[in-house]
């Protein structure tokens, strides 16, 4: 439902929303251990918001960061979906009584609002030592709270920028990835460091390498402080290729019987849907609407 903010083609997000699903698995994902669902498929997710919208001030949601910079570019017609985005996100979270949230560094506004709202929802309807909604807690990983973009070292790196070549996709092949990462932004000085201001681009790549790697920053910053743009950036791309090869594969044999990823959705639905519902009954009786 998040997706509805910018108006996507009907045929577009259904085939994205398996593909995305797709993707999960081949990451590494077990249906086993985690359950895996479409949040449109369970109803409570919308009937929360609802609930919590009613406790959330507009002027709040107005100074939300993705809010202000998203609604520049749509002006005046701004659509109450992207307004209304971050409550739906506390939806999301406080359905499923999560104590720990992985989030990037763009969004840890937003979980910091689910908190408020869990916190004022808790004060207005709870009774005294009994807290209906939890409160979570924002797990940030600091090397890849905010991945930059490959053409401009300042900015974020994003599927909705309009450049390809600012990001890399998962499915990108191994002869754009190179080409991607030929073409990235660097300086002209030699030597390769992290945390220099004045070479963000530089700091971006070595992250890149450090997290694909799995090396330390240490081991990062000796082996790359005296290398040129020449060796480094096949050496990344390499890497990059490296890792997503066999998510990739995983990823291809999935999209052939997609009926798999259906049923995994199917039974995420199911298992989804008995906890929510339990979380948006509690909620629900104890603002008074109550069922006869």
Same mark, same amino acid.
């Given at each position: 439902?998040?997706?509805?903010?910018?108006?996507?083609?009907?045929?577009?997000?259904?085939?994205?929303?398996?593909?995305?699903?797709?993707?999960?698995?081949?990451?590494?994902?077990?249906?086993?251990?985690?359950?895996?669902?479409?949040?449109?498929?369970?109803?409570?997710?919308? =009937?929360?918001?609802?609930?919590?919208?009613?406790i959330t001030s507009v002027g709040t949601l107005?100074?939300?960061? =993705?809010?202000?910079?998203?609604?520049?570019?749509? #002006?005046?017609?701004?659509?109450?979906?992207?307004? $209304?985005?971050?409550?739906?996100? &506390?939806?999301?979270?406080?359905?499923? $009584?999560?104590? !720990?949230?992985?989030? %990037?560094?763009?969004?840890? =506004?937003?979980? +910091?609002?689910?908190?408020?709202?869990?916190?004022?929802?808790?004060?207005?309807?709870?009774?005294?030592?009994? =807290?209906?909604?939890?409160?979570? *807690?924002?797990?940030? @990983?600091?090397?890849?709270?905010?991945?930059?973009?490959?053409?401009?070292?300042?900015?974020? /790196?994003?599927?909705?920028?309009?450049?390809?070549?600012?990001?890399?996709?998962? /499915?990108?092949?191994?002869?754009?990835?190179?080409?991607?990462?030929?073409?990235?932004?660097?300086?002209?000085?030699? #030597?390769? +460091?992290? $945390?220099?201001?004045?070479?963000?681009?530089?700091?971006?790549?070595? *992250?890149?390498?450090c997290v694909l790697s799995g090396k330390s920053? +240490?081991?990062? &910053?000796? +082996?790359?402080?005296? /290398? %040129?743009?020449? /060796? !480094?950036?096949?050496?990344?791309?390499? *890497?990059?290729?490296? @890792?997503?090869?066999?998510?990739?594969?995983?990823?291809?044999l999935l999209m052939q019987e997609p009926e798999?990823?259906?049923?995994?959705?199917?039974?995420?639905?199911?298992?989804? *849907?008995?906890?929510?519902? &339990?979380?948006?009954?509690?909620?629900?009786? &104890?603002? %008074?609407?109550?069922?006869?």
């Amino acid at each position: 439902m998040h997706a509805l903010t910018e108006e996507p083609d009907p045929k577009a997000l259904a085939q994205h929303v398996l593909s995305t699903a797709a993707l999960y698995l081949a990451c590494g994902l077990d249906p086993a251990k985690s359950t895996l669902f479409v949040q449109s498929h369970v109803a409570a997710h919308s =009937q929360l918001a609802r609930l919590l919208g009613s406790i959330t001030s507009v002027g709040t949601l107005k100074r939300m960061i =993705q809010f202000k910079e998203k609604s520049v570019k749509s #002006g005046q017609d701004a659509s109450l979906s992207l307004l $209304d985005y971050p409550v739906l996100m &506390a939806a999301d979270i406080l359905l499923y $009584d999560a104590d !720990f949230v992985p989030v %990037g560094a763009d969004q840890k =506004q937003h979980l +910091e609002l689910t908190r408020e709202i869990a916190s004022r929802f808790n004060r207005l309807y709870g009774s005294e030592g009994k =807290q209906l909604l939890s409160i979570p *807690t924002p797990v940030v @990983v600091a090397e890849t709270a905010k991945v930059m973009s490959l053409t401009d070292g300042s900015k974020k /790196m994003s599927k909705s920028d309009s450049n390809d070549l600012s990001r890399i996709n998962m /499915m990108d092949s191994p002869e754009v990835i190179r080409k991607k990462i030929k073409v990235a932004k660097t300086d002209s000085l030699r #030597g390769l +460091e992290f $945390d220099n201001p004045e070479r963000p681009d530089v700091h971006n790549l070595l *992250t890149l390498y450090c997290v694909l790697s799995g090396k330390s920053r +240490e081991e990062v &910053a000796s +082996e790359c402080k005296e /290398m %040129g743009y020449g /060796m !480094f950036k096949p050496l990344l791309a390499e *890497t990059i290729i490296s @890792v997503l090869a066999p998510i990739q594969e995983r990823y291809k044999l999935l999209m052939q019987e997609p009926e798999r990823v259906i049923e995994v959705i199917r039974q995420g639905r199911k298992r989804a *849907t008995e906890v929510a519902d &339990a979380t948006l009954a509690r909620a629900s009786q &104890a603002m %008074g609407l109550t069922v006869f």
